[in-house]
């Protein structure tokens, strides 16, 4: 917790959502309040608020803040599947870390108890972009993106599940804590091929 001190407005804000994604990791959504994040950076509630407006827009651009940096973290998982010859199954590993050190898993698990999904939009674009990559990376032609989709949309769902609730059932079930990705790298060499194969019997009944 930080003494109170004189900052400039912007400065107050940007250490205020600092605190506020802190919060939502260490405590969830309940412990994103106006008055935890006050006690974390040495502000009174009133300032917090005055900064702010509302709890309700603290929590908005919280949740605009957390999204943007989704964003960009896909944004780079694009940039390595097209310019660095990154294998498909890294995607795994990045994606699992937006979702659980990113703190998107738990923004996710906020944002739809809370049904506030149009925050989600900013992201259309940068999944499209991700399916896009991960198509041409597997060579699959663009009519079958379809099929590409529904492997990043299984990642992401396995992501999700492993950084909201997957401490707690790998304690139940006794697994180590890379057992979630370790799912996923073996799945998928064995969805590519499947994929693959089955584009390739299609074309052929076409010819």
């Known amino acids: 917790r930080q003494k109170r001190r004189k900052r400039t407005a912007e400065e107050a804000r940007e250490e205020a959502l600092v605190a506020a994604r802190d ?27 005055h900064h702010f407006g509302s709890a309700s827009e603290l929590h908005s651009a919280l949740m605009g803040s957390m999204i943007n940096d989704l964003t960009g973290a896909i944004d780079k998982m694009v940039e390595h599947l097209r310019t660095d010859q990154a294998a498909v199954t890294q995607v795994v590993d990045q994606v699992f870390d937006a979702f659980g050190e990113g703190g998107a898993g738990q923004l996710a698990a906020w944002l739809a108890l809370a049904r506030e999904f149009d925050h989600l939009e900013p992201v ?18 663009i009519q079958d993106e379809d099929k590409v989709a ?43 091929p499947y994929y693959t194969a089955m584009i390739a019997q299609r074309d052929s009944s076409n010819t």
């Open 124 to 141: 259309r674009q940068a999944i499209t972009d991700l399916v896009a990559a991960v198509r041409e990376r597997m060579g699959i032609d």
């Open 23 to 49: 919060l939502l990791l260490s405590r969830g959504p309940a412990g994103v309040t106006v008055s935890n994040v006050g006690t974390e950076i040495g502000m009174s509630h009133t300032n917090v608020i």
């Open 150 to 192: 529904s492997i990043v949309f299984l990642i992401a769902i396995c992501a999700f599940g492993d950084a909201v609730i997957g401490d707690h059932l790998r304690d139940m079930l006794k697994l180590e804590p890379p057992a979630g990705r370790q799912l996923m790298y073996l799945i998928l060499p064995m969805l590519i």
